[in-house]
Structure formats: C-alpha cells, structure tokens
C-alpha cells in the first residue's frame, strides 16, 4: 500500500509538471543555473563526494550526471536498507552521516543533477538481468527520504534548496523544480520530526510567492502526520484572514484535515466572517467547505448564517447595466459575465451535493427558509435551493420543498417578483433545475389551495420565456395536460396561460399550435367559458395578425363546420362559440402603425368573415336556442373586442331592422289572432298616448311559438326559421350594444324600449291560477319569465344613463320585476312538473329539461308552513317581499314536530297564494351586468322620507325602495361570492354529473375578479350609506316601541325587508372584505382604499397607515351592534368584524371587543317582527356560529366554559320546561344541542394549544400548566356528567366523539406533565386524576349504554375510545411507576352500568359473559373491551387513599 502512495506521488509530480507546461507555455527557456549564481565555498571535497558517490554505487544506484537520468539495479527497498546498513556499520557512524549529506549537497550543486535527482530513476538493464527491477523506481532524493537517518538532514537540504527556484518558471521540460521537491514530501511512511517539518514549510509560506504557497499549503494534508492537524490549521486559519489569494488553497488543506470539532467550529466561524470579502470565483470552494463541515447539531445555525451571507443577488449586474452592455459587450464583459455564472452554479452544485449526503443540511436549509417572517427577507437563494431541494432523489426533500414553498406563497412571503428576478438573473442555472421547476408548476397549479396556484402558472410563463425551444415544448405539452384534466381551477389557469403566452410569444407559440390544437378533442369537459378562451387562443395563433400558426387554418375551419352542421346541440353550441371567437381573431381592427394609416382589412379576410357569419345564422336559424346563443356571443364579441369598421358595419346594418321587424308593433294597429289569455297593453311608461307609440309584442309570439313547436313535432320536416320569443332578450342585447358602438355610448335611437309597453295579459288572471288547464298555467308561466326577462336586458341596456328621467324609468322597470316576481311564484305554487323557458344560452339546454318538476313544489311546502305572511299583492314596492327571507326559513319547520295536523292543512291551503322561492329558478332569469350596481348609488326610501300622507316630498330625486334594494343587493351577493371567493377546487365524482355553478355568470367570467373588487370598492360609500338607514331605521323602531323590535304598530313586512337589507349589505361587505387578492402587494393600495371608505364615515377623510384604518373601521362598524334586527344579522356583523380586523398586522388586538360584541349578541332575546321567538335550524346554525366565535376570540376558553357549562346551564335546568335560561336567552332546551357541541369541540381544541411540558421546565411553569389541565378536567367532567340529564342520542354522540378526543390529547400532552410534577405537586395531580377518572367512568356507562341499545351511530365510536381508555389506564401505571409509587396502582373489574348509575344486572343482549366477568384479582385485562373501563375506574383510588373499596363508592356516588 505505501509502494502505491509513493508512486502515485510521483505520478502527480509529472501531472504537476504537465500543468505547468501548460499553464506556461510562452515562458522562454530557463539560463543555466552555473552562469547565473556564485560557486559555494568548496566545502565538498573529494572524500565527501567519493564517500557519497561509493556508497550508492555500492547499494545499487549509479549517479549520472547531465541530461542523463540516475540508473538503479535493485529495487528500491533494497537500495534503501543497503544504503542504512553501510551508514550504520560505519567506523565512523554518525559522523559518517554529515560527510553523506555533504556529499549530496555537492553532488546537487549542478542544477542538472539535482533535476536529476528529483526525478525517478531508471532501471540499469546490463546483463539481461533488469527484469529483477520493477519498471518503476522513485527518485533518488525520494528514496534517502525513506531512510529515517537522512531524512531530517535530507529534508532540511531540499527545503534551503528550494528558496532558489521561487522566483523561475517552468524548465525546459515544463518541470517547476519547487513544485517537485514539495511532492518529495508527500506521503512518507514515517516523519520523524513532524513538528520541525510543520514549522519550516510554514516559514517557507511566508516568504513564498503565490504560485510556491498554493504549493504547500495544498501538499501539507499529503506531508504532516495527524499529530500536527490541528497546530496547522490554526496557522492556516490566521493566514486565510491575512490573505484572500490563498483561500482556495487553505480550504481545500484544511476540507483534508483531521481537526476536533472544536477548532473546526472556530475555524468555520473565521471562514463565515470573510463570506463576503471573498472572490466571486473562490465563493464556491468556501461554500463547499462550509456545508461539508457540518456537524448534527450546528447544521441549522451553519446554514442560517451561509444564507443571510450568501448574497447571490450582487453576482450579477442590475437589467439597466446589463442593457447598456449588451449593446455594447467586449469579448472580456462576455467572459465575465459566463465566469459569474458558472460560479453561480459551482455554488449550487456544492449545496446540491451537500444535501444531498447529508439529511440534516436539507433539513436546516427548509429550516432556515421556512423561518423567514418578511417577504424582504427572503432573497434568491432560497427559491434556488428549494428547487435544489426537489431535484434531490430523497422523497422527504421532495415534499419538504413543495411544503414550504407552498407556504410561503401562501403567506405572500415569496412573491411573484422574487420568481421574475430569479429567471431573470439565473437564467442559465435554473435552465439545470427545470424538471424541477416544471414538477413544482404542476403540483401549484393542481392545489386545491387557489392562493398558490397563481404563483404555478408564473412558473410556467417565465419558464416558456427564459428556456430553449425543449423546455417550451415541455411547458405547452403540461399545459394542454392541465386543460385536458377536466378541474375547473386548473384548466381556467392553464387556458389563461396559454392566452398570455399567444399574446406575448406568438411566433415561439406558433411553433407548438399543433399541441394546443389537441385540446379540441377533449372538449366535453370544458365549461362555455373554457371553450371561449380555447377558441380564442387558437384563432389567435391561426387567423392573428402575423398567421403564425396558420398551418392550422384548415383543421380550425373544418372543425367549426363540423360542430354546427352537428344535430346535437351541445356540439352545436361549440362550433357557434368557435365561430364567433374566430370572427373576432379574422376582423380585428388592426391599429395604425408610426405614420402608416390605418389598414383597412383584406377583401378576402373580410370576405371569410361574412361568409363565417352568414354559415352560422344560417346554422342556428332552425333553432331558437341556437340563435340566441349566435346573439349573445356575437353580443359578447362586440363588447370585449374592438372589430374592423367594416365587419362592425355588417354586424349592425340589420339588427335594428330585424329586431323591429320581429319583435316590435305600432299601438295603432289591432292585435288580431286567438290567444289563450285576452291581450292587454301594459306597464307603459311614456306618458303622451300618440299613435306612433310602439310595444313589444310578447303574447301573440308566445302564442305563435308554441303552435310552432306542436306542428314542428307532428312534422317530419324541420321548419324554416321562426321568430321566438327566446330570441328576445338576446337580441336586444346585441342591438344594444351594437348602437353603443356606433354611437360612443348613445342609445337615442333606441330610449323608446325602457318605456314601451309590452303586449301581454291582465295580471289578475295569476289570483285564478288553480281554475286554469295545465296548458294555461304553463302559458302565463313562461309569459311572466318573459316579461321579467325582458325588463332585466332593458335595466342592463339603460342603468348607465344620467338623466333623472331615465333613472326614474329604471327604477320603476325595477319595481315591475319585484312584483312580478311575486306573481311568479304565486304561479309557479300552482304549476307542478313546470320547466320554464331557457334564459342562458351557453349552458346544458338538457338543465332545464332535468329540472326537477317536484323541487318548486317541495321547495313551496317548505316554505308553506313557515312564519312569514304575504298580504295581498300591491304595485307598492314597499309591499314587495324579498326573495332572500324564503330559503332563510325554507328548513324552519323541521324542527317543529309538535304542530297538529289541522294547522299542516290550513298551511297547505295558503301554500298556492304563498308561492315558492324563486331560489331554485336563478338560472332561468338574464343575469344582469355589473353596471346595473350603480343603481345601488340611489337613496333609500323609508318612513323617515316621507309625509303623513305617505307622499314622498321630494318628487325629483330619484330612490330605491327596500324590495328593489334587496333584489340589487342580494343579485350583488351572488356576484362577489361568485368571484370573490376562492373556493378549493374539487375534482368531480367519477360517476356523478358536474352541476356547472357557472349558469348565469357568463359575463361576469369574463371580468377578472380584481375588477370586481374595484367595482365593489366603488360601491363602498353607497352601501354604507344604505347600512346607515337600516341601522337609523331599527333605531327609531326601537325608541318608538320601547326597546322592543315587535311593537303594536310594527309593519312586518317592512320590518322583514328592512331586515333583509341589513344582512345582505353586512353580507356583501365581509365577502368583499375576505377576497384573498387583497393581500397580493399589488392590491394594498386597493385595501387601503376600501378601508378608508369605512374609517371616512367615523373619522372624516385623512392620510392614514392600514393599521390606522383598520383600528377606525372596525369602530365604525361595532356601532352597528345595537340594532341588530335577527341573530343571523348578529352573525354577519360579527364575521365581517373579525374579516376587517385580520386585514391589520395585529389581530389580537380586536379579539376582546369581537368577544364582548358575540356574548352580548348570545345574551340577548331574539324575536321577529311577529312577536315569535326566533327557532329552527337556521337559527341553530347561525348561533353554533356565533358561539364559535365567542370562544374563539375569548381570552380564557376554559374558564368561558365553565361559566356556561357550571352557571348558565343549572339555570337552564331551574327554569320551566319551555323557558329559557334567564342570563341568556338564546340558551333553551331546543338549542343545548348546539351550545354542548361547540364547548366539547373548543375545549379540546384548547387543550390541545396547552404546550408540552418538558422535565427542563421550572416548577412555576409546571405549576401553571398543572393550573390549566386542572381547569380543563373540571369543564371536562361537568360536560360528561350533563349526558345524565341531557340523555338525546345526539348529545351521547358529541360526547363519545368528543371524549375520545379529549382523552387522547389528554394522554400526549397532559401525562408527560403528571410525569414531572408528581412528586413537586403530589395533591394537586391527584386530585386531577380523581376528577377525570370519574369522566372516564362515565364514558365507559355510555359505551355500555350503546352496546344494550345496539345504536350503530354510537357504538361507532366505542372501539376508538375504549382503545383510549385502556391506554389511560397503563399509562398512569407507568406515571407511578416512573415515580416509585407502582404498589398504589391496581386493577379492579367495573360494572357496567347506565347513563343513571344502575347497574345492568343481564347481557343477554350481548352475549358475551366472559367480557364482564367478576373477577376481582386480575392485573392485566383478559379482554380489551371490557378492561379499560374497569381500569379507568380502580387504578385512582386506590392511589389517593388507599382503600380497596373505594371503587364501588365512588361509583355509586357517581350515579346519584
């Protein structure tokens, strides 16, 4: 092994000669060393040199002088003990040995021969014998080092040699003489004076040029025996701070030294703290030897400090600078800039490789990210190494990266920003992690967290604008992946994607247009949206300006025609939607560019374009449903895209034409033709009464429409097109805003529509719907849905106009919808199995056949029987209730089984005159715009408006009533909880259909959901100020009746609205409020906004931080609590507050107010307007949440339940039957229910937030924590025992879930406390056990209990908790044991008993004797059971007083 080490020494002798060669090739040839330096004084004379010459003859070795190497005949060993023996044997040993080393030092004099003597000798081939000698032979120096007698004189010869060849280059052979006699060093097999070698070559260190102490300092591991490690590296550690050229050298020495973890820790400290005055080409080697110097317990420390050192962002130039070199880039700027970047990545493969060896380095990096509280805090290298982290093979790394990351997005900590200037900077280094950051992107994009997958598509879009052609075609191919996946959230974002990068890329994405054309054959899954943006993208790619992709033309054309020519009206719908995205794409107005006109568009393009449209009107023409969708996209495309003048031009010559034509009469002429209802002019607004009037002629086309469809079914012919009153409301909308277009927002041309009338029937006809046929029922049906639809498009068309007439005109348009949705629902209680007329297009027309026929008659019994009654209809809109208050109470009844069968009947029989919620229709009425909300920005009418006579007295301002601000406002709610909320998304059941929520949001999609909540911050001042007449309103009420709600002279149908009108602007502020775009850095200033709205009403508008107008805004709204009109208004107020207050930096801070504001709610009596006493399963809901939110945001949870659980209960239970508990009302019999379940579930969520205890913890810590488990056992065993009283099956439930729970948490972090604080706290622990066994006892009665009732939803959860118990048992015998107290612990057999106490003397019913038998005297239970409850019961005890009878006492006790 030593022969090995010595060769491949030589070997890098030569290796290291080679280099120099190399690095110095243009270095002239070296003087002769004679002519150049002063002859010695001739100290070595003959007898020297002969004495050293003969003894190497002698043991083998012939010295040649010259060019000529030295010739060896023996082997080396030999050579070596030869040479030994003869110094030994000597006369005149030692002194033999000077004249020896004198020798050499003449014989080296001639610098030939001591290149010579560097070098290794030849074998001497004479005789034939030279194959005795291996073929290699060190040199000759190398070999006297061997012999220990020479070596310190030899070693002392080389080093004062070597000071002569410092300062020279390379020799003729590229041979750097220092550099030799170094390697002569390196693995001796013995050292003799190591300390003196260290300290020479350290003398030689300072003294040295750069290129000699590189030498060295490299070689010295090689050289120096263990013993002198740690000496060396404490010199090698005060040199690296002196000079920074040689830290390369010092930490490769010191990475292959063997140094105590002491000094490596001082060591590493010192290379820390020269982090940054380091060489950006030396930072990976200091990097390398930081991480790989690691130990378990500082890896976390280590890496903490490498990161907020490490400063990757300084290793290249800002974009600015980068610019102006760009153009102007030397070849040195190039190689600089290369030479940045491959240090960048020589750091990461040093990171790269230390976490991959080592667990704990990958571990203390996610450590040190995840530690990281300031998103300005966090810098480069951490998104590096995270996905450093991930492209690790170790599944732990994997998932850790993915976890933080996640998180930290989440949080807004790692931004979008932070991503940007990584590509940006590191392009070429994260280009090596890119399956990696492609795995990332996937597993965000497909989270069911939407706060993260904004930051997955970022991913993507930088990585297809960074990479190479490879890596875009990976991106496209993942993308098309997402979209084929069918998961709403993840195809929406994948498809967006995709549209952004056709817009910034389209030459790249040309490339890859065939990918995305694959798309079209999983189109099934997608909603009209998704299929809207494929088509978009892709007549983007195909017909945009450019025609990138138009090799895909044909297929985009062929398929079109394919969908629309189908008879299926699904793929009948796609080919109308492709077909009009595609108009869009062809007959794009194309901008003018610099001084060059605008262009006007191709004939042949626009030639395509009408030859497009006309193949889809001509498609759609035979089906009504078909031609309305045509409108509405066409509808769409004229509103989000600006078209060439002439394709807008054909688009519009003839819709107002065909919209007169169609749907348009004169009042002169005379409605001729059989209807089934008398045709009656009405809801006309125009006040002259001129013959040139026109109206919409609704009835006799509804009338037409269905005798169409009768004889289109007996006719095997399709009809031509036939005009439908389906096409109605489309079609105005396309007519609108085409004349919007032309016209710059003018509807002059058509302001005749708001106020027209419409052909139709008397509407008294609805008060004799039970007298009419099926047919006519189903006839007005559609007729009203009609009319309601068509007053909706005209409110879109007209909300925007400014002039007071015209708003007056919406607004009573608006008091026509709120009453005629009261007729409708009367109607629809007396039409069963009806499916009304289709009202959104773009959906599944098979929705409206699947309609349930049975849910508007189920939903009408529900709500038949509740409190709430309906005068007769008027026109006031005042009178009109809303449509909010019918699924409030829709499930009130449930609960109320004790009502008699003859007031069931009577409700029965009002049930028709009571209608039924339109809830269930929604998809069936045109969605309004979000324009339509400005009307929101009107006054309020109330009481306080108007005179004694009830005459408004100022007539020219234009008000909402209340029924018209609940239809806006509870129209707004759908809207932002449709696109404010970030639901997680969820993948559909395999076998189930997907009911699309999207129906009757199509043009709300098509807004992003920032631009909502602009809208809704533009709102903000109008629904405070409505929020402000609610409250007025119920103030008044109050002080008028005497702090009552349902006073004598209470209006309840107004009180009902006004009420509804508090919950829903409450409502629609908290879900504003909570959109999770708010804590995006780019939505601040908009937050700001928001809140300075609400602090403006308080305080007046000032310059203000966020936690300013947080603290001011929730003032503002805590003024509302006192006019809280029901509990789940109580409810709204308080989540909006706890919304508001999380917007802050300090949440805390509102926690006692939102408690006091929820108690006092709960501590209040809860009427309606009718005097009734609020109940059902609404209300429990409401007030399980309310409850929740008390504790949540109480200061003490465990000593707020014990005040509900030990006081407010008992009153419960000492008050009458019927009665509630007089502290606080909302506490009764019918709502213990809901008050025990939420203390069970936050009084183990609390004790679960208790911290561990650890033994290191001081005796007041441990006494305190004693303190709270106590508390929490005490509410524990009061909520247990209230089964005794409280004995419903829903009450064992919570209590057998809950229990298990609670004795689990228990058993993790209460037992380790017993553990410690035994023997300081010996009473107190065992007073703590008395009381929970006495719980645990209980506990076992009610497994007993279920198993005799055989209640399966019960004895679901005995198996769990018996585990439990069982474990308690044991694990207080080892607590005793581990305190030398195990003679206190034994084991007893419990009886079963009931939830009484009783014992139960048969199992019959079990059939199981052996579980409970009556042994008394085993330890260790024979069947798991049964014995965990008798343990439960006996160990304690026995431990408190020592009397083996004390089990059947405290039973007994415990069943009284």
Known sequence: MMRKKRRSCVETVVEGANTTTTTNSTTKAKKSRTTGRPPKESVSDDTNQSVFTKFLREAGVTVKRGATSNEIAVDQVVFQKRIEQQLRKNPNYPGIIQEFI???????????????????????????????????????????????????????????????????????????????????????????????????????????????????????????????????????????????????????????????????????????????????????????????????????????????????????????????????????????????????????????????????????????????????????????????????????????????????????????????????????????????????????????????????????????????????????????????????????????????????????????????????????????????????????????????????????????????????????????????????????????????????????????????????????????????????????????????????????????????????????????????????????????????????????????????????????????????????????????????????????????????????????????????????????CNLLFFTINWFREVINAFCRLKETEMKMKVMTRLQNITYLQTLLERALAGTSGYVPPVANFDGETSDAATFASTAPVNKAKKDGTGKKKRKAPSKSSSENSSLLEEPTEANETQQEQPEKEKEKEKEKEKETWQGVSLVSYRQFFRELDMEVLSVLQCGLLSRSLLDSELQTKVQEEVLLGPAELVFLLEDMLRKVEFSLTSAPVKRAPFFKTRTDKSVGFSHLQQRSAKDIAACCVELLPALCSHLENCHNHFQTLLSENNGVVDGPATDVQEQQLMSSCYQLLLQVLNTTFSWSGFSLPGQRGLLKKALGVLAERLKGRSELTLEQLVKHSFEYLLNFGSTMPSLSTALCLSQLLSTVSEKGGNPAAYREQTASLAKRFLSQDWVTASGEKERGNKFNEALHTLLRIYLDNVDDVLKAVEEIAGERIPELLNAPKNESSPTWPTLNRQTFLVFYKVMMAELEKAVRKIPASKISDNAEAQSEKLLTWNLAVRDFHVLVNLVKVFDSRPVLNVCLKYGRLFLESFLKLGMPLLDYSFKRHKEDVQSLLKTFQLSTRQLHHMCGYSKIHQDTSLTNHVPALKKSLELFVYRVKATLTLNNCQEAFWIGNLKNRNLKGEEILSQRSQGSDEEEGEEEHSLLPQEKSEDEGQESDSEEPKMINGEGNVAEEDITDDSE
């Not at 290794?120 to 014998?129: A, E, I, K, M, R």
């Not at 290129?211 to 550690?237: F, K, Y």
């Not at 907020?308 to 190039?334: F, I, N």
């Not at 069911?448 to 191919?477: A, N, T």
């Open 102 to 780: 004198t020798g050499l030092e003449s014989h080296i004099e001639d610098p030939e021969n001591f290149r010579n003597c560097l070098l290794p000798c030849v074998p001497q081939l004479s005789d034939g014998d030279g194959s005795s000698v291996s073929s290699f032979q060190e040199s000759l120096l190398r070999m006297l080092l061997g012999i220990e007698i020479l070596q310190t004189s030899t070693i002392n010869t080389l080093l004062e040699k070597l000071p002569e060849f410092m300062l020279d280059g390379a020799g003729d052979a590229g041979i750097s003489v220092p550099r030799i006699i170094i390697n002569q060093l390196k693995w001796l097999d013995r050292v003799v004076d190591s300390k003196e070698l260290a300290a020479k070559l350290m003398e030689l260190v300072s003294v040295a040029p750069v290129d000699v102490q590189r030498d060295i300092i490299t070689s010295l591991p090689e050289i120096l025996e263990d013993s002198q490690h740690n000496d060396i590296a404490r010199e090698l550690n005060s040199l690296l701070q002196t000079n920074t050229q040689l830290t390369v050298p010092i930490l490769d020495a010191l990475s292959s030294l063997n140094l105590s973890s002491s000094l490596l820790t001082e060591v590493r400290g010192a290379v820390m703290t020269t982090l940054a005055a380091v060489q950006l080409e030396d930072l990976p080697v200091v990097v390398k030897f930081i991480l790989h110097s690691v130990s378990v317990l500082d890896a976390y420390e280590v890496v903490n400090n490498l990161r907020k050192k490490l400063e990757l962002e300084q290793c290249v130039l800002p974009p600015a600078l980068q610019l102006s070199q760009s153009r102007t880039r030397s070849d040195g700027a190039a190689a600089a800039a290369s030479t940045a970047g491959s240090s960048v990545a020589l750091i990461l493969d040093g990171i790269k490789s230390a976490v991959r060896f080592q667990k704990t380095i990958s571990e203390a990096w996610l450590k040190a990210i995840d530690s990281v509280d300031e998103s300005e805090n966090h810098k480069v290298i951490d998104l590096l190494v995270l996905f450093i982290l991930h492209s690790t093979n170790a599944n732990q790394s994997r998932r850790g990266a993915e976890r933080v990351l996640k998180s930290k997005v989440r949080t807004g900590l790692i931004q979008e920003a932070l991503l940007q200037k990584t590509f940006r900077d590191h392009s070429q280094v994260m280009r090596g992690y890119f399956p990696s950051i492609l795995a990332v992107a996937q597993c965000l994009l497909r989270s069911p967290d939407p706060c993260v997958v904004p930051f997955g598509g970022h991913m993507y879009q930088l990585s297809f604008i960074e990479f190479d052609s490879y890596c875009q075609q990976e991106v496209v191919g993942s993308l098309v992946t997402h979209v084929c996946s069918g998961v709403g959230g993840e195809v929406d974002m994948a498809l967006e994607l995709l549209c952004g990068l056709v817009t910034e890329k389209p030459s790249e994405m040309a490339l890859y247009a065939v990918f995305v054309k694959g798309i079209l054959d999983y189109m099934d899954n997608l909603t009209p949206q998704q299929i809207r943006r494929l088509f978009h993208l892709l007549s983007r790619l195909a017909f945009g300006q450019q025609q990138q992709g138009a090799h895909i033309q044909d297929d985009m054309h062929i398929v079109i025609r394919k969908q629309l020519s189908s008879m299926v009206p699904k793929y009948k719908r796609i080919g109308i939607i492709g077909a009009v995205m595609i108009v869009g794409s062809m007959g794009a107005f194309q901008p003018k560019v610099k001084e060059v006109k605008d262009q006007p568009l191709p004939q042949e393009t626009f030639r395509q374009v009408t030859a497009l449209l006309e193949l889809v009107r001509s498609s759609s023409d035979s089906s009504p449903e078909a031609a309305a969708l045509y409108y509405d996209e066409l509808a769409n495309l004229i509103l989000s895209s600006t078209l060439d003048p002439q394709v807008q031009e054909n688009i519009a010559k003839s819709v107002l034409d065909d919209f007169q034509d169609d749907f348009v009469v004169d009042l002169g002429k005379e409605i001729t033709g059989s209807f089934p209802f008398p045709a009656r002019l009405m809801y006309n607004l125009d006040e002259e009464e001129s013959q040139e009037g026109i109206a919409i002629n609704l009835l006799p086309l509804l009338a037409k429409d269905i005798q169409n469809n009768r004889e289109q079914l007996s006719q095997t012919k399709r009809a031509n097109k036939r005009v439908s009153p389906l096409c109605l409301s489309p079609f105005f909308r396309l007519l609108r805003l085409c004349e919007e277009k032309q016209h710059h927002g003018d509807l002059e041309e058509i302001d005749a529509l708001l106020g027209c009338p419409l052909v139709i029937t008397g509407l008294d006809v609805v008060e004799k719907i039970n007298s009419l046929s099926k047919a006519e029922r189903e006839f007005l």
